[in-house]
């Protein structure tokens, strides 16, 4: 059974500062991984989606790495800003459609 | 208009009450789902399906049914609403092609069963 998990579970960082978060799953047999944004009490928005095949994505401020034989992506935020605050969600999909997320990272970003 | 449509976007009722979430969408995605999201749970799913004529349970069936109507549309029902329901529920879309388009949410429904 896949697991993914993401660390650290909260993370509060000055405004101006670069940012990595993670996120590791057990069963490498992929078929891409997606880092999901979500405000408090909102719906998810997909920030950036990574093929099994790809090394990494980049949208902005924003670039993820995939390294899937080891089983780990990592999200960078550069230059992070208050609005960047919010709970960022990896998840893996693997065969059959199914969708597997973390718990998520809660990144509050102070002015 | 968004992608995927959900509705109501808030709702309160009675336990009991039979209630219906509506999901819509203009991905033309094949594939719909529907997930729960409840604190310190993560996001959990509840039923999929690949086709019109395919549906299938998840991780947390009971208590849930689903239908889908057309290839845009996926509704969720709680037949006998219960307290512990009381969530925040998504609907998805995906395209199936071993993840090229990746998924899709919508804004979600935030139920309140008291």
């Known amino acids: 059974k896949q697991e993914v998990t993401q660390i650290p579970a909260a993370l509060s960082v000055p405004e101006g500062e670069n940012l990595v978060l993670n996120c590791s799953f057990t069963d490498s047999a992929i078929y891409n991984l997606q880092w999901f944004r979500q405000d408090p009490g909102k719906g998810l928005t997909s920030l950036l989606l990574i093929q099994s095949s790809q090394r990494e994505q980049t949208s902005g401020r924003l670039n993820a790495s995939l390294d899937k034989s080891s089983g780990r992506s990592t999200l960078y935020i550069a230059a992070s800003q208050p609005g960047d605050s919010a709970t960022y969600l990896c998840a893996v999909e693997t065969s059959g459609s199914r969708l597997t997320f973390g718990e998520g990272t809660q990144l509050t970003v102070n002015p | 208009d968004a992608d995927v449509t959900q509705t109501p976007r808030n709702r309160i009722t009675k336990t009991g009450k039979r209630i219906m979430l509506e999901c819509s969408q203009t991905?033309?995605?094949?594939?719909m789902y529907w997930y729960r999201q409840d604190p310190g749970l993560g996001l959990r799913l509840i039923y999929y399906s690949f086709d019109v004529k395919d549906i299938n349970k998840g991780e947390i069936s009971d208590g849930y049914s689903v239908s889908r109507q057309a290839q845009a549309k996926f509704s969720l029902s709680l037949e006998s609403a219960i307290p512990n329901q009381t969530a925040l529920y998504f609907c998805a879309t995906s395209d199936g092609k071993q993840g090229l388009d990746g998924y899709t949410f919508g804004s979600g429904t935030r139920l309140t069963v008291v």
């Open positions: 991905k033309g995605h094949d594939r």
